[in-house]
Nanobody, 125 residues
Framework: QVQLAESGGGSVQAGASLKLSCLFS????????MAWFRQAPGKERDFVSV????????YYSDSVNGRFTISRDNAKKTVYLQMNNLKPEDTATYYC??????????????????WGQGTQVTVSS
């Protein structure tokens, strides 16, 4: 059974940086595609970034491209989201998600079987 646990959220001023971590518990982490989604109050859960199981392919939403970086450490079974130049509109609960292999619909939450409990990021102006 796969379990995911996010950490690293917090409250920061606009322009600051945060690094989120997602610890993966279970076998064969290296075969899982890992993604980050976020959900603001009253809004749908939105795709943020994905890192393919082979570590060679990443995608970002237009709203975070150039500011956020996704990475993974297979030895530590951890995926990271480095968030720079944070903006108030980045305020949301951030969720880590995992799926075996890769899907072309990587930005669809329904494609991911496993989810963490979320970590809150609040950015004030």
């Amino acid at each position: 059974q796969v379990q995911l646990a996010e950490s690293g959220g917090g409250s920061v001023q606009a322009g600051a940086s945060l690094k989120l971590s997602c610890l993966f518990s279970g076998p064969t982490f290296s075969q899982y595609t890992m993604a980050w989604f976020r959900q603001a109050p009253g809004k749908e859960r939105d795709f943020v970034s994905v890192l393919r199981w082979n570590g060679a392919t990443t995608y970002y939403s237009d709203s975070v491209n150039g500011r956020f970086t996704i990475s993974r450490d297979n030895a530590k079974k951890t995926v990271y989201l480095q968030m720079n130049n944070l903006k108030p509109e980045d305020t949301a609960t951030y969720y880590c998600a995992a799926r075996w292999g890769y899907s072309g619909d990587y930005d669809k939450s329904a494609e991911y079987k496993y989810w963490g409990q979320g970590t809150q990021v609040t950015v004030s102006s």
